[in-house]
């Protein structure tokens, strides 16, 4: 093929660089798909009014013991605490008006995933990997991206078949993140055994979960044991992750997995800057109240990414945006130290 002169040629993508399912099992996929968004739709929408009652609430736990989420002892809530409310009161702000922003920044970042998620049904349900992405988008954007609107609404103590059906529900987001990671984006395991990293992941995440195991809970706080349970529950499939892009992948799959990274790396930037804020301020520092906006900007790039990199959108244009990213970043951080 011959290309213009003064235009970069592109590796065309591999045939079977995407899983496509048997048209049978496809049927099935789509309709327990739209099941699967119906009922996370209804968790989603019953949350929202409940999580902001949550949030006007103010935790009072001493020993700054953190406030966690009804029927989720170990999800740690957004409330504020009374230093923060002392924050709130410096910018002339009631404690229902901060509640409304918090759950309006979290309805609209979890309907970004909603959006990106029925966008990629829409476009790519008939390829395995499009289908399993959307629906994992769909499952994060149902119950918050920090897992606030996951049965917000559930009674204190909460009935056993509904705290098994959260669980259950925690318990995909998990393994289906640990599954994004080791197939993405072929849909295939890449080598054949790294099934088992999957394997190895779920099952640090049922041994050293303190919603099963709460008597364990005092253990698992530790910052060694926390770290080492995060080593094994992430390190293995983001291993495998680089691996796949060194010895597997071919030059498309190699810019979808840039398009992933970099909306992570962004939102993560963006996440941690935020969230240092508070922590070189005073106690009730106008600052303190950006803790609760920390954890949705970080996530807010990855619905994005993830689009372009399933619907392979101007996927070298990856490259050009990395460039400039860390141009525009050099000259700001020197700006910053001059200033």
Same mark, same amino acid.
């Given at each position: 093929?011959?290309?213009?002169?003064?235009?970069?040629?592109? +590796?065309?993508?591999?045939?079977?660089?995407?899983?496509?399912?048997? $048209?049978?099992?496809?049927?099935?996929? $789509?309709?327990? *798909?739209?099941?699967?968004?119906?009922?996370?739709?209804?968790?989603?929408?019953?949350?929202?009014?409940?999580? !902001?009652?949550?949030?006007?609430?103010?935790?009072?736990?001493?020993?700054?013991?953190?406030?966690?989420? +009804?029927?989720?002892?170990?999800?740690?809530?957004?409330? #504020?605490? /009374?230093?923060?409310?002392?924050?709130?009161?410096?910018?002339?702000?009631?404690?229902? =008006?901060?509640?409304?922003? &918090?759950?309006?920044?979290? &309805?609209?970042?979890?309907?970004?995933?909603?959006? @990106?998620?029925?966008?990629?049904?829409?476009?790519?349900? !008939?390829?395995?990997?499009?289908?399993?992405?959307?629906? #994992?988008?769909?499952?994060?954007?149902?119950?918050?991206?920090?897992?606030?609107?996951?049965?917000?609404?559930?009674?204190? +103590?909460?009935?056993?078949?509904?705290?098994?059906?959260?669980?259950?529900?925690?318990? @995909?987001?998990?393994?289906?993140?640990?599954?994004?990671?080791?197939?993405?984006?072929?849909? $295939?395991? %890449?080598?054949?055994?790294?099934?088992?990293?999957?394997?190895?992941?779920?099952?640090?995440?049922?041994?050293?979960?303190?919603?099963?195991? /709460?008597?364990?809970?005092?253990?698992?706080?530790?910052?060694?044991?926390?770290?080492?349970?995060?080593?094994?529950?992430?390190?293995?499939?983001?291993?495998?992750?680089?691996?796949?892009?060194?010895?597997?992948?071919?030059?498309?799959?190699?810019?979808?997995?840039? *398009?992933?990274?970099?909306?992570?790396?962004?939102?993560? @930037?963006?996440?941690?800057?935020?969230?240092?804020? +508070? %922590?070189?301020?005073?106690?009730?520092?106008?600052?303190?109240?950006?803790?609760?906006?920390?954890? /949705?900007?970080?996530?807010?790039?990855?619905? #994005?990414?993830?689009?372009?990199?399933?619907?392979?959108? $101007?996927?070298?244009?990856? !490259?050009?945006?990395?460039?400039?990213?860390?141009?525009?970043?050099?000259? =700001?951080?020197?700006?910053?130290?001059?200033?």
């Amino acid at each position: 093929m011959i290309t213009p002169l003064g235009t970069q040629s592109q +590796p065309l993508s591999s045939r079977s660089s995407t899983a496509r399912p048997p $048209r049978r099992w496809l049927i099935l996929a $789509r309709g327990a *798909w739209i099941v699967c968004a119906l009922l996370l739709l209804a968790n989603f929408v019953a949350s929202i009014p409940a999580y !902001d009652k949550i949030m006007q609430a103010v935790c009072t736990l001493p020993n700054q013991v953190p406030c966690t989420m +009804p029927g989720q002892p170990d999800q740690i809530s957004a409330q #504020l605490t /009374p230093d923060n409310v002392a924050a709130l009161a410096h910018l002339h702000l009631s404690l229902a =008006t901060y509640a409304a922003l &918090v759950v309006t920044l979290d &309805v609209v970042l979890s309907l970004l995933y909603w959006g @990106a998620g029925l966008l990629l049904f829409w476009r790519k349900s !008939d390829e395995g990997m499009g289908l399993f992405v959307s629906l #994992l988008l769909v499952l994060y954007g149902g119950t918050g991206i920090q897992g606030f609107f996951l049965g917000a609404y559930t009674p204190t +103590p909460s009935p056993s078949l509904l705290h098994i059906l959260l669980f259950l529900i925690s318990g @995909a987001q998990w393994t289906g993140l640990f599954l994004f990671l080791v197939i993405f984006p072929t849909g $295939r395991f %890449a080598p054949r055994w790294s099934w088992l990293i999957i394997l190895l992941s779920v099952l640090s995440f049922l041994i050293f979960n303190p919603g099963l195991f /709460p008597d364990w809970a005092p253990v698992l706080n530790a910052p060694v044991v926390s770290a080492a349970v995060n080593l094994v529950e992430l390190g293995g499939p983001l291993a495998i992750m680089v691996y796949r892009y060194v010895r597997v992948f071919d030059a498309v799959q190699r810019q979808q997995v840039k *398009w992933f990274v970099y909306a992570v790396a962004a939102g993560l @930037a963006l996440g941690v800057i935020v969230a240092a804020l +508070p %922590a070189v301020t005073p106690v009730d520092s106008p600052f303190q109240l950006l803790s609760a906006t920390s954890g /949705p900007l970080a996530l807010a790039f990855i619905p #994005l990414g993830l689009g372009v990199a399933i619907l392979r959108y $101007r996927l070298w244009d990856i !490259d050009v945006i990395i460039n400039r990213t860390l141009v525009y970043s050099s000259l =700001t951080a020197l700006l910053a130290l001059l200033y």
